[in-house]
């Protein structure tokens, strides 16, 4: 069956409607990229600690979106199975966190 304008292959192979809101699914990723945007202002701007807190936010956001959205509606923040990529983000997420927590001293430090 030959695929037409109005119609396109599912995830299951079969033909269905298009989406209404084909750019919908990307909004979740949307969301974490700016606030990746937003940690890489505070980084450019001295501040590498609460930056490095919004990119844990940002890994933080985009697992909690990962583990709640259908695989339909989750975009590009889908790279392999929910559970792999949940368990991914959160860990990624503690190690930034960790790493912006505790470390002192360096060319970054303000304390001084």
């Not at 990723?29 to 990119?55: D, K, N």
């Not at 509606?73 to 790493?99: E, H, N, P, Q």
């Amino acid at each position: 069956m030959a695929m037409t304008a109005s119609r396109h292959r599912g995830p299951t192979g079969s033909d269905g409607p298009r989406p209404s809101r084909p750019w919908i699914v990307h909004v979740p990723f949307g969301v974490v990229v700016l606030l990746l945007l937003a940690a890489a202002l505070r980084i450019l701007q001295y501040h590498w600690r609460e930056g490095a807190v919004l990119v844990g936010v940002a890994l933080l956001v985009g697992g909690l979106l990962r583990a709640v959205l259908p695989e339909d509606r989750v975009g590009l923040l889908a790279i392999r199975g929910k559970i792999v990529d949940v368990v991914t983000y959160a860990a990624l997420c503690a190690a930034v966190f960790y790493i912006a927590l505790t470390i002192t001293g360096g060319p970054f430090d303000m304390s001084s």
